[in-house]
């Protein structure tokens, strides 16, 4: 079975500057995606950053980018330039390959907090 | 485009009674997912259907159920509700519920069981 980590519950920022939240992950399977997700206040759940496991390169988009790790099982995600809309709970996700289910196994979240 | 909706926004039932919660999915998406966030937690995957057809479950009970309708529109029903069951239940749709479609997520029933 896999699952998901995010050891840190809470994490704050100030405005402008860079914050990376952690996850790791347990799997035995070789293809899989993993996924960041945020989840604002108003609760709609937004896809921030997808990385395909096969890929080496690290996934970026706009002020968000990635550090994948797989030997180490290890998915970080960087905010560069934080701004007070990033203030979310944000949580990492994993799916496996083939997946006709659409299974995500999600992480316990960390809540981000970015202060003026 | 409209996004996924979710209704009812909030719920309020006691122990052992059923509920009924919709999904409508964004326009020509075909596949329609439901997880369960307690307070404090990472969602759980419930069900997933595609076509009018179960394409997953997750680890819950029987009381747990969905259905997919003609114009792919979804329910969840819990029967015999317990406190536990107190939670956001959020939907999530994707055009063919493959792994190379990105779900997008509704903003969910918050339920309350007394």
């Known amino acids: 079975a896999q699952t998901v980590t995010q050891s840190q519950p809470e994490m704050s920022v100030q405005e402008a500057e860079t914050v990376t939240l952690s996850c790791t992950y347990d799997?035995?399977?070789?293809?899989?995606?993993l996924f960041w997700y945020k989840q604002p206040p108003s609760r709609q759940m937004i896809l921030v950053i997808r990385?395909?496991?096969?890929?080496?390169q690290n996934a970026t988009e706009n002020r968000f980018s990635v550090n994948f790790q797989k030997a180490a099982k290890s998915f970080s995600l960087k905010i560069s330039d934080s701004q007070l809309g990033d203030t979310a709970m944000y949580f990492c996700?994993?799916?496996?390959?083939?997946?006709?289910?659409?299974?995500?196994?999600f992480g316990q979240g960390t809540e981000l907090s970015v202060k003026p | 485009d409209a996004g996924v909706t979710q209704s009812p926004t909030h719920l309020i039932k006691t122990r052992g009674q059923h509920v009924t919660l919709r999904c409508s999915p964004i326009?020509?998406?075909?596949?329609v997912s439901w997880y369960q966030q307690v307070l404090g937690q990472g969602p759980q995957f419930i069900f997933q259907?595609?076509?009018?057809?179960?394409?997953g479950r997750g680890n819950f009970p029987d009381r747990f159920s969905a259905r997919q309708f003609p114009n792919y529109s979804s329910e969840l029903n819990v029967n015999a509700l317990l406190l536990g069951d107190s939670a956001l239940y959020l939907c999530?749709?994707?055009?063919?519920?493959?792994?190379?479609?990105?779900?997008?997520f509704g903003p969910g029933t918050r339920l309350t069981v007394l």
């Open positions: 999530a749709s994707s055009l063919d519920g493959s792994s190379y479609n990105e779900q997008f």
């Open positions: 799997t035995s399977e070789n293809n899989y995606y």
């Open positions: 990385q395909e496991a096969y890929k080496q």
């Open positions: 996700a994993f799916m496996k390959l083939p997946n006709q289910g659409g299974k995500l196994i």
């Open positions: 326009s020509g998406h075909k596949s």
């Open positions: 259907y595609y076509e009018k057809e179960e394409r």
